[in-house]
């Protein structure tokens, strides 16, 4: 069964520091997402991806956060400046013709 | 503001226990409500989609139904390996691309 693979599973940096997660999305989806879950709080949006553009971001997504469709596969959230509220694990999810998301396991963040 | 609240936040069920989780949301306008399991440390896995009003879906031990203001997910006779966080979503109907808007879930444990 298709599914959405991201990695790493765990990256630590220090403050300051540039961080790039990578997804792959499920091969015939259009409509790619990240998504954050602070340890203990919700899901959150942070941008959703199509036709090689951002189509609606959060108030979370702000400068400091880009997204890029470097390939025909991949799907990458670059941090430039970690702080240490950035802490939190990553989800990328993907969405074909119908209405859900997939997810995938996630990426968790660990600013120090 | 879209918002979606789920009840109760945790629930301990014995085996064979049947129960029912709560969503109760406020949106705008609602494209569709899902409903996914969310094991510890990973993504969210997705269960359901709901669209409108009365309408009711299946799978295994679960069923999820939806009113106008609220969504239940039912859980018949629920075994060890359900145990896991249940996560309500709503997808606006505003916006091209959708986004979510989860709840924080409700942690369900069911033992032997």
């Known amino acids: 069964e298709p599914e959405v693979t991201q990695t790493p599973s765990h990256q630590v940096t220090q403050m300051g520091q540039e961080v790039i997660l990578r997804c792959v999305p499920i091969s015939n989806h259009l409509y790619f997402y990240w998504y954050r879950q602070i340890l203990g709080q919700k899901v959150e949006f942070l941008v959703s991806f199509y036709n090689n553009e951002i189509s609606e971001k959060s108030e979370i997504f702000d400068d400091q956060f880009s997204v890029e469709r470097p390939d025909g596969s991949n799907f990458t959230l670059k941090i430039r400046s970690t702080k240490l509220e950035d802490s939190a694990m990553y989800f990328c999810?993907?969405?074909?013709?119908?209405?859900?998301?997939?997810f995938g396991p996630g990426t968790r963040l660990t600013v120090t | 503001e879209d918002q979606v609240t789920q009840s109760p936040e945790a629930l301990r069920l014995q085996e064979g226990e049947s129960s029912s989780l709560n969503c109760s949301y406020t949106v705008s306008g609602l494209r569709g409500l899902f409903w996914y399991r969310q094991d510890p440390g990973k993504g969210p896995e997705f269960l359901f989609t709901l669209y409108s009003a009365g309408e009711e879906k299946e799978k295994e031990r679960l069923k999820a139904t939806l009113t106008k203001k609220e969504s239940f997910l039912h859980i018949t006779a629920p075994k060890p390996e359900d145990s896991a966080t249940y996560l309500c979503?709503?997808?606006?109907?505003?916006?091209?691309?959708?986004?979510?808007?989860f709840g924080t879930g409700t942690r369900l444990q069911v033992t032997l």
């Open positions: 979503a709503v997808d606006p109907q505003s916006g091209t691309a959708s986004k979510l808007t």
């Open positions: 999810a993907s969405r074909g013709g119908a209405s859900e998301q997939y």
